[in-house]
């Protein structure tokens, strides 16, 4: 008796001129997937999540306002390095680009740790399935006809990864600098914490465990040795950045919202939207 649960028959004709999933090479089967589960919501919320971040770094990138609260400094905009930077008073301004055209000093900055999240192997993964279903999951064919894979341009450019990360490590010290400073009160007296050194403190632990959990990171600390026995501290480095790297997609996603929450904060304490409470 039919319970409406049984996979479609395989097809005995296939169409001319199939590619892909379709060609002559592959099993004859009608259905585009044989799944049953809802695997479409992993994708449709990837898509989601990094739409939504996009949508609020834009926004808040092209500002241009509303990024310092002493002795808090957006990390968007850390190191400001364009003369429109307002004056900071917990550390340099580093005005090395003029006014840079009117545009917002974020845009200067925000090159580098975009650059070096948008090449990472994990957010490959999440938005070649969540933007252009290649392939959407796991078994689901992709609605291309062909796949070249990254050996063309523009994909070819993912393998610049490696070099991102070395610019995202510079930038992960330049926060760690900021964050350290927001222990400092608005007269540069230590021993001041408020609820943002607090959620300062937690952004950087995630940026940095999300940037040594790094696919090129546990490759630079051991992935060219021949004898671990002989390189035993390069060894227990590339140790730990493999268990880090077991948890790069959850560290990636709270780096990423984390960072945001920074930011964020800091646009209310600018705007007036409340004081920053002090914790002691």
């Not at 340099?92 to 070096?116: D, K, R, Y």
């Not at 608005?186 to 940095?208: K, P, R, T």
């Not at 709270?254 to 964020?264: K, W």
Request: glycine content about 8%.
């Amino acid at each position: 008796m039919a319970t409406g649960t049984e996979p479609p028959p395989a097809r005995t004709t296939r169409p001319s001129g199939g590619t892909g999933v379709h060609g002559a090479s592959r099993a004859a089967i009608a259905a585009r997937h044989l799944r049953t589960d809802r695997w479409w919501l992993a994708p449709a919320g990837t898509a989601a999540g990094l739409l939504a971040f996009v949508v609020y770094s834009t926004w808040r990138a092209f500002s241009g306002s509303h990024y310092y609260a002493a002795p808090y400094v957006s990390p968007f905009y850390s190191p400001c390095l364009a003369e429109s930077c307002v004056p900071m008073r917990h550390g340099p301004n580093w005005e090395l680009f003029g006014g840079w055209w009117g545009l917002s000093p974020a845009l200067l900055i925000l090159v580098f740790p975009l650059g070096f999240r948008l090449t990472c192997y994990y957010y490959r993964k999440a938005y070649y399935r969540g933007f252009w279903a290649s392939p959407p999951a796991c078994a689901v064919a992709e609605p291309h006809a062909k796949y070249t894979g990254e050996t063309r341009f523009p994909l070819i450019l993912q393998n610049v990864h490696r070099y991102f990360f070395y610019a995202a490590l510079l930038v992960a010290c330049v926060l760690t600098y900021d964050t350290v400073l927001t222990f400092r009160n608005a007269e540069y007296a230590w021993g001041h914490a408020g609820l943002g050194s607090l959620i300062f403190l937690v952004n950087i632990v995630l940026i940095w465990a999300y940037t040594v959990s790094c696919h090129s990171c546990r490759h630079i600390v051991g992935g060219r040795l021949r004898h671990f026995s002989k390189h035993p501290v390069r060894y227990r480095l590339w140790s730990w950045a493999g268990r880090l790297n077991g948890r790069h997609m959850q560290l990636a996603w709270a780096s990423l919202l984390s960072v945001a929450a920074c930011d964020f904060y800091v646009y209310l304490l600018a705007t007036g939207a409340f004081a920053d409470p002090r914790l002691f």
